[in-house]
């Protein structure tokens, strides 16, 4: 008799919904949270100068939902000079993402509400999609800069070969955990 009213109520629960996929409508307190990472691109389709891809690592981080007043991404030692491509450009990055707030960082001044904002990751301006060619960096993106962000249904699509460029390129969408509503100056609103 348990196990009927157990299967019962298992059936009355709607499955399409956890609290962890909830929608981008619904806030919860976060707090910011600072983060660093020396990320090296190693790829063999496209190459970067140190600067180029600091450009390209700094405009993914801001969509990504790093807090824009506190980010630095420096260059790291390059071997090339400026604007030349290097054989494996890195950046280190400095910065502060929101992250769920807890029991004990719920009542900290600093906690702001945030909610799921969806983002489709776009390396060039807001205007084109990624390059055909970024497929690597755009990959490396995902495995060692996203885990760094609180996120969730993360998409990534297209086939990476080396040395060739993926002719639908890749596309990688997702959510974030970003702020529920900022002013002009940036300034989480309370």
Known sequence: MAALLSAAFLLAVPLCCTAAEG?????????????????????FTTKYSCDGLRDKVMRAL??????????????????????RPDIFPGVRIK???L??????????????????KPVDLKL????????????????????KILPLFTNRNVD????????QASPAGSSLKLEVLAPAATDAAGATKK
């Open 23 to 43: 929608t981008t409508d619904e806030t919860q307190p976060a707090v910011w949270t600072p983060k660093e990472l020396t990320f090296v691109y190693q790829g």
């Open 62 to 83: 801001l969509q990504l939902g790093a807090r824009k007043k506190d980010l630095k991404v420096e260059e790291t030692a390059c071997t090339r000079g400026f604007g």
């Open 95 to 97: 910065m502060n993402v």
């Open 99 to 116: 992250a769920p707030a807890t029991d004990t960082s719920a009542d900290s001044p600093d906690v702001v509400q945030a909610r799921w």
């Open 124 to 143: 060039k301006s807001n205007d084109f999609p990624t390059d055909s060619t970024e497929c690597e960096l755009v990959e490396q993106i995902k495995n």
């Open 156 to 163: 990534l699509r297209g086939d990476c070969v080396p040395f």
